[in-house]
């Protein structure tokens, strides 16, 4: 079946270090899209594509990087610049580029920072 | 700019009705409707892309006023199944970057027997 895997679906990381979570999706989806959700609030887009080679920020892209080498996947940097990384990301994807098919999503990961 | 959504959180019994609004400041291409259990990944319901255009998915249905950049989700005869926090999220007419959507706060809906 299609979908999108995110992993891992939790992790622990130490201040002051780099963590790269994974979104990987088989649906051939062209837009793929990361949001970062805090307790008790909506989400907010960190970065998007469209297409490979290319992203563009979101309304919360500091702190973070990403890329886009393959149509597959979307693989986001929660850098040590990032002040409060404590949330649950969640990675999705569109059809074409265009949302009349609305938002895939992935599981989520929950990432803590001890 | 983020859409406004209300109320915050509703509480109802099994079979009651609710509804729930989205409104934005911005003019809107489309709304769309998710709902999210605990700890899951939001599930899509339904996008509105015309002015006044209605959807139904079983029981639930949503409106899209076009003029007053507000939709509405209304959840008739409510079943347990539909407790969780529903979203809107919101697409621009214009967006030079690529489509991408903004979401509301949430609504937390929760339905007792």
């Known amino acids: 079946d299609g979908g999108i895997t995110q992993s891992p679906k939790y992790l622990f990381r130490k201040e002051g270090q780099n963590v790269t979570l994974s979104c990987e999706q088989n649906l051939n989806h062209d837009a793929m899209y990361w949001y970062r959700q805090d307790p008790g609030q909506g989400l907010r887009l960190i970065y998007y594509?469209?297409?490979?080679?290319?992203?563009q920020k979101g309304d919360i892209a500091e702190g973070y990087s990403v890329s886009r080498e393959k149509k597959e996947s979307f693989p986001l940097t929660v850098t040590s610049a990032q002040k409060n990384p404590t949330a649950f990301y969640l990675c999705?994807?569109?059809?074409?580029?265009?949302?009349?098919?609305?938002?895939?999503f992935g599981s989520g990961t929950r990432l803590t920072v001890v | 700019q983020q859409p406004v959504q209300s109320p915050q959180a509703v509480i109802l019994r099994e079979g009651e009705d609710a509804v729930i609004n989205c409104s934005s400041s911005?003019?809107?291409?489309?709304v769309h409707w998710y709902r999210q259990k605990h700890g899951e990944a939001p599930v899509f319901l339904m996008i509105?892309?015309?002015?006044?255009e209605q959807k139904g998915h079983e029981k639930i249905s949503a409106s899209f006023n076009e003029k007053k950049q507000q939709s509405s989700l209304y959840l008739t005869a409510s079943q347990l199944s539909y407790s969780g926090t529903y979203f809107c999220g919101t697409e621009l007419v214009r967006e030079t970057s690529g489509s991408r959507l903004t979401f509301g706060e949430g609504t937390q809906l929760t339905v007792n027997p």
């Open positions: 509105l892309l015309k002015g006044g």
């Open positions: 594509s469209q297409i490979v080679n290319d992203f």
């Open positions: 999705a994807s569109s059809r074409e580029g265009s949302l009349r098919y609305g938002y895939t």
């Open positions: 911005k003019a809107l291409y489309s």
